[in-house]
């Protein structure tokens, strides 16, 4: 533990780890103290592309925790940026929420929905089986396929929930064509954050609920890894995978010294 406390800069995932759905997990605000109060660099790093920073940001503060809207970057955020440097000035079928279309709107990308150069899709509450038929008709025209991330499900107050994934695999199965997911673990996500956080990976950690994108991010990234119980994985899961994290917490509870 103490190694995981030397770190100079943090990388948090937020679901399941800051929060389920509207409620704050407990020690969090313990935790975030402790980052201020010993000059830690961290990063809220979402897969999530529902909400922009300012939202996030507001999120927080609603539950009673102030955090600077420069702490948080999103699998929105990233798939814009990656869209941007891919082709600049290009169209896209959005399936998602304001959080994605405010970033891809952002980046210079407009909405098409005749022949856009992109379909992409990210979490959101209106999916709907129109916007799915669509999308295959795109996909089948020669759009390209695009997830904001890789999560099949996200924890909520009331249980799991379908995510990204499990969204863009009725348009995989239709099509036969396999999206490209931006977020964690891709290391164009993680690359960004590190360079966000301004330190190096081996003086970072990754704290996260998931072993298939953030445990994986962070032992491919060469970064500290903390999995916590507080999320969709449990202790019993952590076996399933080739890989370990070195540290299993209850919580971000367990980290203030």
Same mark, same amino acid.
């Given at each position: ?79 814009? $940026? ?48 129109? $916007? ?45 064509? $396999? ?41 491919? $990234? ?36």
């Amino acid at each position: 533990m103490e190694k995981l406390r030397e770190k100079k800069g943090f990388i948090c995932d937020m679901d399941g780890v800051i929060y389920h759905g509207n409620i704050l997990l407990p020690g969090v605000q313990e935790f975030v103290n402790w980052l201020y109060d010993n000059h830690k660099q961290f990063l809220f790093l979402t897969n999530s592309s529902e909400r922009t920073p300012k939202e996030l940001q507001q999120k927080l503060a609603r539950m009673g925790l102030e955090v600077d809207e420069s702490h948080f970057y999103t699998s929105a955020l990233a798939t814009a $940026s990656f869209l941007k440097n891919q082709a600049p000035g290009c169209s896209a079928y959005v399936i998602g929420a304001p959080g994605l279309l405010n970033a891809l709107y952002d980046a210079g990308i407009t909405v098409n929905d005749v022949n856009p150069d992109y379909v992409v899709v990210g979490e959101t509450r209106n999916y709907n089986y129109e $916007s799915i038929l669509q999308a295959v008709r795109l996909v089948e025209k020669g759009a390209r396929l695009i997830g904001t991330n890789t999560d099949l499900t996200g924890p909520t107050e009331s249980g799991i929930a379908p995510a990204c994934r499990a969204l863009v695999a009725p348009i995989e199965l239709a099509t036969g064509k $396999s999206a490209y997911f931006v977020g964690k673990p891709n290391p164009l996500m993680m690359r960004t954050g590190l360079r966000l956080l301004g330190v190096h990976s081996e003086e970072a950690a990754i704290i996260g609920d998931r072993m298939d994108t953030d445990m994986v991010a962070g032992v491919e $990234s060469g970064l500290d890894t903390a999995l916590v119980l507080s999320g969709v994985t449990t202790r019993e899961e952590i076996g399933q995978y080739p890989y370990r994290p070195r540290l299993v917490l209850n919580g971000v509870m367990d980290i203030p010294g």
